[in-house]
């Protein structure tokens, strides 16, 4: 367990490739290599809690459970069908996709999202973007800490549901905007939407 908080407080060494999915942060770090606020006491004692807890994989897969049931609750009204768990929506454009899956280490989930665009509707000035964009891109840099990055921490939705709340807005708000205007055509940069607001 001391280990695992090493890890999570960015006391440890930084995980290779193997551990560390392409596109992904280390933990205790953000997107662009910056150390994340440390996180808060209660996060830092349900998360230890967790670690401890005899029924931590029944508490692990209700956390997965809960989240998949947030996005199917977000994505279906716009037209996603979901095999296991990625959402697919195709249009004359391509296929886009978002994703859950869970992260090596057994203590988050990460959410990512993909166009794949069909032949003869690629934009004329740059490629589309099909390689997968993780939740955490869509935060702006002074959003995020530790436990609340974008990543899906299970200790900390079994702790509080509600702390699915936010990733669920950045999702809604920002993540999904940016890729429901490629399905549109539009192809639009992921930077534009850092801008806005989220509800």
């Known amino acids: 367990m001391l280990s695992l908080l090493r890890r ?14 392409p596109g992904a942060a280390p933990p205790g770090l953000d997107l662009r290599g910056d150390p994340l606020p440390p996180p808060s006491p ?6 230890t809690a967790f670690q401890a807890a005899p029924d931590q994989g029944d508490r692990r897969d209700a956390a997965f459970a809960a989240t998949r049931a947030r996005i199917d609750r977000l994505l279906a009204p716009a037209g996603f069908v979901r095999r296991g768990e990625v959402w697919s929506l195709s249009t004359e454009f391509g296929q886009a996709q978002v994703a ?20 003869g509707h690629r934009p004329r000035n740059r490629p589309a973007e099909t390689a997968p964009l993780s939740l955490p891109h869509f935060y702006r840099a002074s959003e995020g ?21 936010r990733p669920m807005a950045v999702l809604r708000d920002r993540a999904l905007p940016w890729l429901m205007g490629h399905a549109d055509g539009h192809f639009p940069d992921w930077h534009m939407f850092l801008s806005r607001e989220t509800g």
């Open 145 to 165: 800490r530790q436990f609340h990055d974008g990543r899906i921490f299970y200790a900390i939705v079994d702790h509080d549901p509600s702390a699915l709340d």
């Open 100 to 119: 859950l899956r869970r992260l090596r280490g057994g203590t988050e989930a990460e959410i990512s999202l993909a166009f794949l665009p069909r032949e």
């Open 42 to 47: 209660a996060d830092l004692a349900a998360f």
């Open 8 to 21: 999570f407080l960015g006391l440890g060494p930084t995980p290779g490739p193997a551990s560390t999915p």
